[in-house]
């Protein structure tokens, strides 16, 4: 069976009345194109820019930011103050903290559901300064709203920890 599709395919090609040089130059483009496809993936590979290390690297960092949450969810305030990156906690103060997290959940009732929707690693962002970033995007039902938009933002830390440095809801 294999040999008649083999047979078939030899007879469709010779069948186009295609001369030699023809073919070989079918062929050439053929290689060609397979090999820049080949180098394309190998230089991504070797440069670290592949969606293994992005998706370690955001693994990691979701894993840190349900934690997180988990204690804004349990209104552990002061404690997700105390966890979260240098870069927030000089932006406010832990009093401002409770204050302004109180104000923002407490309407919402408790948490029914949170689905992640969109992660992105990235190593720059507008008004930060250089680093390792992920962005979160999750679909949150609470008991009085039935869909909100929570945006996380977290950056390694000098210690490799990824830590909460943005936290808003829409």
Request: no cysteine.
């Amino acid at each position: 069976m294999v040999r008649e599709k083999n047979m078939a395919v030899f007879n469709f090609w010779a069948s186009r009345n295609l001369n030699r040089k023809t073919n070989m130059k079918i062929t050439k483009t053929l290689l060609m194109i397979t090999g820049i496809i080949l180098l394309t993936s190998l230089q991504s590979m070797a440069h670290g820019t592949g969606s293994d290390h992005t998706h370690t690297q955001n693994e990691n960092g979701i894993e840190s930011a349900k934690i997180w949450l988990n204690l804004i969810d349990t209104r552990k305030y002061n404690v997700s103050w105390q966890t979260a990156a240098p870069v927030f906690k000089t932006s406010i103060t832990a009093l401002q903290w409770e204050k302004a997290i109180t104000n923002m959940r407490n309407p919402l009732g408790n948490l029914i559901e949170r689905n992640l929707f969109h992660d992105q690693y990235t190593t720059t962002l507008p008004g930060m300064p250089d680093g390792e970033y992920i962005i979160l995007r999750f679909v949150t039902k609470y008991k009085n709203k039935q869909s909100a938009v929570e945006t996380v933002t977290l950056m390694k830390d000098q210690t490799a920890n990824w830590r909460v440095a943005g936290y808003f809801i829409k």
